[in-house]
């Protein structure tokens, strides 16, 4: 057959034209699509062979090949794989029939940046093309295993293309790069550089199955010529378990987790069915500095058939599981696909589901096979995975389970929700706990007096997360999680008369010194009521059952959002002298000028005591000075 020149379609013009002016926001990605091209030929080949041995392929050798030629500025990418026929080369590179042309170029003028367009590149399969943005001419060279025939495409990228037959074609395809001038400053690096070819195909290729052996170009030297293995072909994920080394896992994690210590512990995933993926995962030993920092960058590496596609894949884990490390290789995602596109895709959500729930129970099963290692993973990443009680309801349950918290029952180790309501007393409906800076300004909280006194368990929770949690979750096994700084607390036994008695003889006794107070503090205060939860402190304040507390104000204001102030509650200890006698005074004293300032005293002292401050600290010390002064 003669030479044909022909031309290509008015969309696949445009196309090229928008291929060759950087739609790539990464030129060296081109070499990442032909690589993966060469390899997909490969497999083929090997599938072919296995189906009909009679067939006349040499594979004995399957393998990638990259020849460089400095002095004639070309980079040829060849393969010993299936190769195409004359039709087939036509169909799939001279029409570019398959990629869905027309909507492609609808969408891409739609994307709204150089990432967006990326991916869809990806998406429609016309990675080859890419070879126009850093070269003036391609020719591809191919034949087809079987035949004795080969072809020979060739284009500069504008309107024509010739197509040729060739006798003497090797099985397999090569495709020469006839490189533009480099170019830095438009991120058009020399690709004739040996250090640059290793440096993409290590980032990009260094898991492919087959091995890529560069040819150095004959201007390095004779002994130079031997051909250099450039990837290392060790896909960990993708081995079974007994060919793998802790030390090469280790290795692996090192290297793209960036830290110098060994990991807590290894996840294998393998999913198989209608989505196929693997995935090796991580979980560190020490948490990294910046864990909560705005720009720490989260999230796992995503290959695709072995071909990698991306960093900090955020979407592949919630960000609760941010400090997870790893690699996820999907079957049949598609490759080049940007973060828009992803956060679309059914099977990235999908493989976020499984990771997820793999995660956890990985943690759970520790837990119970291996405390030292679940306290060292509790102690080092517990407040960030307690984020997901809040943003993850699907697998509240889950994280609930394996999530442990300090407590009264015990100064050191720490307790289960499901150990606590195992714990809890006769009678004992709500499972009740207390936030604050630290264990010891929690054990020394005025509310947590009664709760000592009956010997019942008050989880101590020091986690500005807590505030959260604890809020949203709301329950657990049908007990409800109560702060002892909210609401009314009633730890007296039911039916007891006698206390019942009591109580309504001290609210008859008390009732004109409250009122009074509330009038005096209204302006601070939401209510003044006697306590059944002090036994050693004057007063103290709480929020009300549904209000949010001081801290979690103080939460919402520090990420922007404007709350308004809640008033407290302020609760009296009837048994307490000081408050006896402040009783005692408002009923024997026509003048209680002074009582006003004993009780903004006692209000300030309430405040002080949970780790507050005074509305006006200045007025708090002043009347505290002058009272010293006068007791001396």
């Known amino acids: ?16 034209q928008l291929m060759i002016h950087s739609v790539y926001s990464n030129k060296d990605v081109f070499l990442r699509e032909l690589v993966s091209n060469a390899s997909d030929a490969l497999d083929k080949l090997r599938l072919e062979k296995l189906r009909d041995d009679s067939l006349d392929a040499d594979v004995s050798d399957l393998h990638i090949e990259i020849d460089i030629d400095k002095d004639a500025r070309t980079l040829t990418v060849r393969d010993n794989g299936i190769g195409m026929s004359y039709d087939e080369v036509g169909k799939l590179i001279g029409t570019i029939a398959n990629s869905g042309t027309a909507q492609f170029l609808q969408e891409l003028r739609e994307a709204k940046d150089a990432a967006g367009a990326e991916g869809l590149i990806g998406q429609f399969g016309v990675g080859f093309y890419s070879g126009f943005m850093v070269a003036d001419e391609v020719t591809l060279v191919t034949r087809r295993a079987g ?7 060739t284009s500069r990228g504008e309107d024509t293309y010739t197509l040729e037959p060739v006798d003497d074609a090797p099985q397999g395809t090569s495709v020469t790069l006839h490189l533009k001038p480099a170019d830095p400053e438009n991120q058009l690096h020399d690709y004739t550089s040996p250090w640059k070819i290793r440096e993409i195909v290590k980032r990009y290729s260094d898991f492919i199955t087959w091995p890529i052996r560069m040819v150095p170009d004959q201007g390095e030297g004779d002994e130079a010529r031997e051909p250099e293995t450039l990837n290392s072909m060790k896909a960990l994920w993708a081995r079974s378990r007994d060919e793998v080394s802790d030390d090469e896992y280790h290795e692996l994690y090192k290297h793209i987790g960036h830290d110098w210590r060994d990991p807590l512990e290894t996840i294998r995933l393998q999913a198989e069915g209608t989505f ?18 705005r720009d720490f960058r989260r999230g796992v590496q995503l290959y695709v058939k072995r071909v990698f596609i991306m960093d900090d894949c955020e979407a592949l884990l919630p960000p609760y599981l941010r400090f997870v490390k790893g690699v996820v290789d999907a079957a049949d995602l598609s490759l080049n696909v940007s973060r828009e596109i992803l956060q679309q895709d059914r099977h990235i959500e999908m493989m976020r589901r499984r990771l997820t729930k793999k995660v956890l129970s990985t943690v759970k ?36 389970a394996l999530a442990s ?7 050191t180790e720490p307790t289960t929700l499901k150990s606590y309501v195992e714990r809890m007393k006769d009678g004992q409906e709500d499972i009740y706990y207390l936030t604050g ?23 101590l929770l020091t986690d500005p997360v807590d505030e959260v949690w604890a809020d949203a979750v709301g329950e657990y096994d049908g007990k409800k999680l109560r702060s002892v700084a909210k609401g009314q607390i009633d730890l007296d036994a039911k039916g007891d008369d006698a206390s019942e008695g009591e109580r309504e003889k001290q609210t008859e006794d008390y009732a004109g010194l409250l009122g009074w107070m509330q009038e005096q503090l209204d302006e601070d205060i939401k209510e003044v009521r006697l306590s059944s939860r002090l036994t050693v402190s004057p007063a103290c304040v709480v929020s009300d059952a549904n209000d949010l507390t001081p801290a979690l104000e103080n939460m919402y204001r520090a ?7 809640a008033k407290r509650i302020l609760e009296l200890n009837p048994g307490h002298q000081l408050v006896k006698g402040l009783n005692q005074a408002y009923k024997e004293r026509e003048d209680r000028t002074g009582l006003i300032e004993t009780a903004e005293l ?9 780790g507050g401050q005074p509305k006006d600290p200045a007025r708090f010390v002043k009347l505290m000075a002058d009272r010293l002064e006068r007791a001396l």
Request: charged share 30%; net charge negative; glycine share 4%.
């Open 437 to 459: 800076e630290s264990r010891q300004s929690i054990e020394n909280s005025p509310h947590m007096e009664a709760f000592r006194d009956r010997g019942i368990e008050v989880l």
């Open 276 to 293: 196929e993926f693997q995935a090796l995962l991580f979980l560190p030993a020490h948490a990294p500095h910046d864990l909560f920092t």
């Open 147 to 153: 035949e004795s025939q080969g072809t020979r495409w």
């Open 1 to 16: 057959m003669p030479t044909e020149t022909l031309e290509f379609q008015v969309e696949a013009r445009q196309l090229l």
């Open 559 to 565: 990420m922007g959002q404007e709350v308004p102030r």
């Open 602 to 610: 006692l209000h300030g002292l309430a405040v002080l005591a949970e």
């Open 405 to 411: 918290f300090a407590s009264t029952h015990d100064d």
């Open 365 to 400: 099963d520790m837990m119970t096979k291996d405390r030292d290692r679940y306290a060292t993973f509790w102690r080092e990443f517990g407040t960030v995975l307690k984020e997901g009680l809040v943003t993850d309801p699907e697998n509240r349950d889950a994280i609930l």
